[in-house]
């Protein structure tokens, strides 16, 4: 049978190694949270990117949706003001035909 003084140096080497996994752990639990802590931060910077990003291309849509719309409305004018020319003409040359004809 193990002796007094074994049985606590046992149970003494036996702490050490307790306390030596408990330390190896927390540090592994520390070093996971900083990881942790750094995944969410590059999430976060990347969502924030993200949602930059959405805004600038609405942005430019709305924009270019814009400019389509003013070149239509300039485009309506054009035709117009052609449909307008034509009839002139149409006028002129029927006045034209009436007087000399």
Do not use: M, P
Request: proline letters at 0%.
């Amino acid at each position: 049978h193990a002796s007094v003084s074994e049985l606590r140096t046992a149970h003494g080497a036996e702490k050490a190694r307790l306390l030596q996994e408990h330390e190896r752990l927390q540090a592994l639990s520390e070093a996971l949270q900083r990881e942790r802590a750094a995944l969410a931060e590059e999430l976060s910077a990347g969502r924030y990117s993200l949602d930059e990003a959405r805004e600038r291309c609405a942005a430019e849509a709305a924009q270019a949706s814009a400019g389509v719309e003013g070149q239509r409305q300039q485009l309506r004018a054009a035709q117009e003001s052609l449909i307008r020319e034509r009839e002139r003409l149409s006028r002129e040359r029927a006045a034209e035909v009436a007087a000399h004809g």
